[in-house]
């Protein structure tokens, strides 16, 4: 079952390719938006209110969290890990909650939203198209007829 597992994601073709250049790029921009974040808490972020000593409590819980999550999710969408993207997408939920949910708390961060908002719907297009692909030739994704 490994073998046949292993071989099923080394024959994905062009979308699959696709898909690990796409998670990989999206794995870089997630640690730079870490940098952001632990430039803040480290105190070497420029901007005088937004040091994590002088900044509000839920500014000082988000960016605990995502200092941590960030890194976490860019690792495993890099390896390709199936909990890479699982946790890819539940900081995405972070992110957006603040930005979305909140804005009275969180001002701002609006590239952040969008950049979250492209690169999820590419994802699930890129994740479609791979499977529609796939299940075309091996029938493993539609269901045979008897």
Do not use: C
């Not at 071989?7 to 699959?16: A, E, I, M």
């Not at 390719?17 to 730079?32: C, G, H, T």
């Amino acid at each position: 079952m490994e073998i046949e597992l292993y071989r099923r994601k080394r024959d994905q073709g062009l979308v699959g390719a696709a898909l690990i250049i796409f998670k990989r790029m999206v794995a870089l921009f997630l640690l730079i938006f870490a940098l952001g974040y632990w430039s803040r808490i480290t105190g070497l972020y420029p901007g005088g209110g937004l040091q994590f000593d002088t900044m509000p409590e839920h500014w000082r819980i988000a960016s605990t969290v995502l200092a941590v999550m960030l890194p976490v999710s860019a690792l495993g969408l890099w390896g390709q890990f199936s909990w890479g993207t699982i946790s890819w997408l539940l900081t995405v939920a972070i992110e957006l909650a603040m930005y979305l949910g909140l804005p009275e708390r969180f001002a701002g961060g609006r590239e952040i939203v969008w950049f979250h908002l492209v690169a999820v719907t590419v994802y699930f297009g890129l994740k479609a198209l791979s499977r529609i692909i796939g299940g075309r030739g091996t029938g493993r994704i539609l269901p045979s007829r008897p």
